[in-house]
């Protein structure tokens, strides 16, 4: 009997030539697993694909719940964005990938696993940094990265074995798709002194197409979890997708920007990510209403700093991330409560938040009526303050 392989499969070319080339090369029976993270591809369509190109099994599995669950909400909770910008979309789904990969990897007895990133990107870090947390005695194959067929090559050996190769001229982008985001790349995308192309955007207007008159939306925040917009309790997913609307009417969530790479190169980036701007700045704002000014400056400048790099650098299943996640729990205690956003032409802002932890004293903030703060004690908090730096400015006085 064949030995057996588990491949992360997408439905895409490369992954479809791996399963072909994957039978080939190793002699294996090879098992597709397709997840969905809330792309919106027909995945029973994908499935049968995988089965016609010769899989010796296929599955599809919904992960989307878990996804927002479990990968998306620590990861909001943590503010997380790679060098402050991007949210990390693509890198939050390959843990999830490889996990479920590796399920049915036991389930079936296989001794390997595979993926479909080339040997440039970041994903596969994430992913075989995935599987070697997981199950580090299953052996870890990269087709894409092994093979080394130019795209002419990899479409003449599609068309050998009858695999189905895209008809009409497609889009110059490389495009990665879930709940939390879209990124694109290559193309004109790779010109960084170019503007990106209004067709590289899916999920968004651009804003001056965006409507005249400002929104006005109502986020509420349980333990830094968010559960309910305008009133109305939702599942995570739920939520997700409809902020991912009405953000991308409002042309929010445009991210471009140039991104250091764990491979060592900086590559161009182009992202859409209307939901994941609007909850993280939403859910920034309520920490800084519920946090103390000390356990909002270490959590923003070491916990979520460091949060998102463990994201981006493939480290999601480490002892690392167990201790930041516990960190955190304490941390969003009080971050409970509502935002108010507007949302006008681009932009996302907040305008007004609440909480019943709420540390914003009215009467110790305001410069009317009321005030009991008192000043006098300020006097001789400043002279200590100040003390180090009268006695440095003596110093270099003499
Ligand atoms: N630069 C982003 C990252 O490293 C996006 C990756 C997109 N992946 C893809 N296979 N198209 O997370």
């Known amino acids: 009997m064949k030995e057996k392989l588990v491949l992360a499969y997408s439905g895409g070319l490369d992954t479809s030539v791996a399963i072909k080339w994957l039978q080939d090369k190793y002699g294996v029976d090879v098992v597709a697993v397709a997840v969905d993270v809330g792309e919106e591809k027909n995945y029973e369509e994908i499935r049968e694909k995988a089965l016609k190109i010769g899989a010796a099994s296929a599955y599809v599995i919904d992960a989307k719940e878990e996804f927002a669950r479990d990968f998306i909400l620590p990861a909001l909770k943590a503010n997380a964005l790679y060098e402050g910008r991007y949210p990390l979309s693509a890198a939050l789904s390959r843990p999830l990938i490889a996990k479920k990969v590796v399920e049915i990897a036991k389930r079936e007895g296989a001794k390997a696993v595979a993926h479909g990133s080339t040997g440039k990107g970041n994903d596969q870090v994430r992913f075989e940094v995935s599987f070697m947390a997981l199950a580090p005695d299953l052996k870890i194959v990269a087709p894409v990265r092994e093979w080394n067929l130019s795209r002419e090559e990899e479409i003449e050996y599609a068309r050998k074995f009858g695999i189905p190769v895209p008809v009409k001229k497609e889009k110059p982008y490389s495009i990665d798709v879930n709940l939390w985001g879209r990124s694109i790349e290559c193309g004109p995308i790779e010109d960084v002194d170019r503007e990106p192309p209004e067709d590289a955007f899916l999920w968004t207007v651009s804003p001056r197409n965006a409507p005249n008159e400002p929104q006005y939306i109502d986020l509420e925040f349980k333990e830094g979890e968010p559960i309910?917009?305008?009133?109305?309790?939702?599942?995570?997913?739920?939520?997700?997708?409809?902020?991912?609307?009405?953000?991308?009417?409002h042309g929010i969530g445009r991210i471009d920007m140039v991104e250091n790479r764990l491979v060592g190169i900086k590559s161009r980036e182009v992202y859409e990510a209307p939901a994941a701007t609007i909850l993280i700045t939403a859910h920034k704002d309520l920490e800084s209403l519920t946090l103390s000014r000390e356990l909002l400056h270490f959590k923003q400048n070491y916990i979520d700093t460091k949060y998102a790099e463990l994201i981006y650098y493939g480290l999601w299943f480490s002892h690392l991330r167990d201790c930041l996640?516990?960190?955190?729990?304490?941390?969003?205690?009080?971050?409970?409560?509502?935002?108010?956003?507007?949302?006008?032409?681009?932009?996302?802002?907040?305008?007004?938040?609440?909480?019943?932890?709420?540390?914003?004293?009215?009467?110790?903030?305001?410069?009317?009526?009321?005030?009991?703060?008192?000043?006098?004690?300020?006097?001789?908090?400043?002279?200590?303050?100040?003390?180090?730096?009268?006695?440095?400015?003596?110093?270099?006085?003499?």
């Open 228 to 249: 309910a917009l305008n009133g109305e309790q939702l599942s995570l997913p739920e939520l997700i997708s409809r902020l991912n609307e009405i953000g991308g009417r």
């Open 325 to 398: 996640d516990g960190f955190i729990k304490e941390a969003e205690k009080f971050v409970t409560g509502k935002v108010r956003l507007k949302l006008f032409k681009g932009s996302c802002s907040p305008v007004g938040r609440s909480s019943p932890y709420s540390l914003y004293d009215i009467s110790l903030a305001t410069y009317g009526e009321g005030d009991i703060f008192d000043q006098r004690l300020a006097e001789g908090f400043v002279q200590l303050w100040g003390l180090p730096y009268k006695i440095e400015g003596r110093r270099k006085r003499e």
